[in-house]
């Protein structure tokens, strides 16, 4: 077994880290205050080359290998990025346009691709339903072929991008009596008649991604915009999911690293009953229970791109464990976090209760832990 | 970046698994009640082990990878906890001090199938820090003369020597003390809720004589005990994962048998999803042992930060996961002296032994306050 990063993946990580510093985190308060999302540090990941760092060269990627990829949602979080932004990120480059390169027609990733590794134009993903949260297979939005068309029906929620979204890649049931294998998939246009974003939806936390409900309403688009084959659906959904237990988890890892060097800055210079409170033992145990879950999260991170990387089929325990571990033992490190810096700690300010309400969706979203557990236990 | 064995490794392991397999009938707790049966089982397990280069795992000059030698403490600490501990302390803990103190006496003690010396560094009770000691020494022509009492000495009655830490003019000192010398006392072995074949025991010393020539004065006696308790830490990490392995594998086979309201336990909910947390942390645990263990290979600058990373959350996780099955198990864990009962006590010794995972809580938060 071997853990090391190469060296140009350490040089990488750096390159990131002293990016987003630079052009990302000095604005993310003012855009969290308001619930705004950041296009113009939006832009600039593109620019910089984040966006669509392992797609091929050809279509403007960057030809990266996932572990690197992974790294570098690891340096965003480790830079102080928020994680509304990030999760914009991993909805717009994973659950998107991954999808396209993956299934989509050479067509598809010559019109869409590029402005989507570029940044000029915004993705998302319509999976999530009203009444099909973790239940994916009873959708009710359907997608009924009409000639050179199929026309959708339905509504989707919590879709991050969604108001924000240049295209949309959207999952429909072709055949409504069918669950799983009665599920296709489809690009939709921002300006397609019948498609419509809900207003953005007020969130606990991971403010400055936006949010809402997608409509569909007699929404007629080409047959051409069908993604892979009819019925499919439903696999490549689940293949997103690894995305979803590597890349996204990624900006958390980076997230508890910029909290401890947070804490452990703040630590030394708030003075309490005449000393650092880093000389308390409360202070340290809190310290030292951030760094053993950072150290404890960050291989089964790393465990699953690598797995990507060698071509192999991502162990679906793995994978579960990776996402259970990061959702439910995290919340408790950054309360601590939170703690560490009292009132403060409260207070928009320092940070740390942002990181403390945008982790708290890390065990809902991309599968709940109950539906991790559902999926540990069956292979048990 | 690699998370896989290799194939040599993998036969290694499944050889390791073969040899102790048919070894069996001396993991029987029964069969390991006096300081006798408990040597005779270590004497066989260690000719058997022997050849698959296990023990010199964690040396520079091992062929195995210490991910791969760490993979192999736990296969044997699943099978048998309490034999592994004692054949860890008694072999592998002690050959780490052997190389510290480098004086031809020490060097020159026999070594055979049996452990050599039992480290006696504990006093009152189990300390996690280096108090000055208890021991009185008085110089005696040729010899010193030791009183006081060591508690908590794991191989008693089995090794060969004690080595036995005091002070000489406030000087930090080592001594090295034979089985059958005069004035000393080994207590009977604990009768103690953890780790039932292992032999630990108190020892009393009563003006006992030791020989000045195997009295030793390291200089940083505190950077020996610290190269102990990594070493120690590797152990417990190892059993650890043993033990969490044990834990879930039993407690998966009993919910897969065991109907309760016409269905298997699995298939309930809430045991279902009690063992996929258990698996989760043992996953995790894994993960990060591993990555411990291939820090002492690549000489990362983290490598004592990691190594007490993996020793709080592998010893806690063993204790959470032994709890957890215990409410699936039910009632016959208290039965008998069960294996999951013993492990739940297990996995509270080993987060002492070492450094405490109070102690190194504190080490990891100075290294992050740096």
């Given amino acids: ?380 | 970046m690699n998370f896989k064995f290799s194939d040599n490794e993998k036969i290694l392991f499944q050889e390791m698994e073969s040899v102790l397999t048919q070894e069996k009938q001396i993991f029987v707790h029964d069969a390991l009640h006096t300081e006798k049966e408990i040597a005779s089982a270590l004497i066989t397990i260690k000719q058997k082990i022997i050849s698959l280069g296990y023990m010199h795992a964690f040396s520079k000059a091992s062929p195995i990878g210490s991910v791969a030698a760490l993979e192999m403490m736990r296969i044997f600490a699943k099978h048998q906890p309490s034999l592994f501990l004692g054949f860890e302390y008694g072999f592998r803990i002690f050959n780490e001090m052997r190389q510290w103190l480098t004086e031809p006496q020490i060097q020159s003690l026999h070594i055979d199938d049996s452990p050599t010396c039992a480290i006696a560094f504990c006093e009152d009770v189990v300390e996690t820090d280096t108090k000055p000691s208890l021991l009185t020494v008085q110089s005696n022509g040729d010899h010193f003369l030791l009183s006081g009492e060591k508690r908590f000495v794991i191989n008693a009655g089995i090794a060969k020597y004690f080595a036995v830490n005091g002070e000489i003019d406030n000087k930090s000192a080592i001594f090295f003390i034979p089985l059958q010398s005069e004035g000393l006392e080994i207590h009977p072995l604990m009768n103690k809720r953890i780790f039932p074949g292992l032999a630990i025991a108190n020892i009393q010393f009563c003006n006992c004589m030791v020989s000045k020539s195997m009295v030793f004065f390291p200089q940083h006696i505190n950077s020996l005990i610290s190269h102990l308790q990594f070493f120690e830490n590797i152990v417990c990490i190892a059993c650890a994962l043993g033990m969490m392995d044990q834990c879930i594998e039993i407690t998966t086979g009993f919910a897969k048998t065991h109907q309760s309201e016409n269905k298997p336990l699995i298939a309930h909910q809430a045991v279902a999803f009690s063992l996929a947390e258990a698996v989760t942390l043992r996953q995790t645990a894994e993960l990060l042992a591993y990555r411990a263990a291939w820090m002492f290979d690549s000489g990362d600058s983290e490598k004592n930060i990691l190594n007490q990373c993996a020793k709080v959350f592998c010893s806690e996780a063993a204790e959470t996961i032994a709890s957890q099955c215990m409410n699936i198990l039910g009632g016959q864990v208290f039965i008998d002296n069960h294996i999951v009962e013993q492990i739940l006590c297990n996995s509270k010794f080993i987060q002492l032994i070492g450094i405490s995972t109070h102690l190194a809580r504190i080490a990891i938060a100075d290294v992050v306050l740096k």
């Avoid at chain 1, 994973?94 to 590794?117: E, N, V």
């Fill in chain 1, 1 to 380: 077994m071997d853990f090391e990063l190469n060296k140009t993946q350490q040089m990488f990580k750096k390159e990131v880290i002293r990016f987003a510093k630079k052009e990302i985190t000095p604005r993310i308060q003012e855009h969290e205050l308001k619930d705004e999302f950041d296009f113009d540090s939006f832009r600039k990941m593109g620019k910089f080359g984040l966006l669509g760092l392992h797609f091929p060269e050809s279509f403007g990627g960057g030809g990266a290998d996932v572990l690197t990829t992974i790294i570098a949602g690891e340096a965003l979080g480790e830079a102080g990025v928020d994680g509304g932004l990030t999760l914009a990120y991993g909805a717009h480059s994973f659950l998107c346009a991954d999808t396209i390169f993956s299934h989509g027609t050479d067509s598809h990733r010559q019109k869409f691709l590029p402005s989507l590794i570029s940044g000029e134009s915004i993705g998302c993903m319509g999976l999530t339903e009203p009444d099909a949260g973790s239940d994916v297979a009873s959708m009710k939005t359907t997608a009924i072929r009409d000639g050179d068309h199929y026309v959708l029906n339905g509504s989707k929620i919590f879709i991050t991008n969604g108001p924000i979204a240049d295209l949309a890649l959207v999952y429909a049931k072709t055949n409504p009596e069918k669950q799983h294998e009665g599920i296709s998939t489809f690009i939709v246009e921002k300006d397609t008649k019948g498609f419509s974003a809900g207003a953005p939806l007020k969130k606990m936390g991971m403010r400055t991604s936006q949010t809402s409900e997608l409509f569909f309403n007699n929404c007629r688009i080409p047959a051409e915009n069908l993604v892979g084959q009819e019925g499919m659906g439903f696999l490549y959904a689940m293949q997103t999911v690894e995305w979803d237990r590597s890349a996204l988890l990624a900006p958390m890892i980076g997230g508890m690293s910029h909290a401890i060097k947070q804490c452990s800055g703040y630590a030394k210079k708030r003075y309490q009953f005449h000393r650092p409170i880093s000389h308390f033992q409360a202070t340290k145990y809190k310290l030292a229970d951030m760094k053993i879950f950072l150290e404890a999260a960050r291989s089964l991170v790393y465990r699953i791109a690598w797995c990507k990387d060698q071509g192999q089929a991502v162990n679906h325990l793995e994978a579960a464990v990776a996402k259970l571990f990061i959702g439910d033992w995290s919340l408790k490190p950054t309360n601590d976090a939170m703690l560490i810096h009292g009132g403060y700690g409260y207070c928009h300010e320092y940070g740390m209760e942002m990181l403390f309400r945008d982790n708290r969706l890390a065990p809902i979203g991309g599968g709940t832990s109950e539906i991790q557990k559902k999926i540990i236990s069956k292979l048990i």
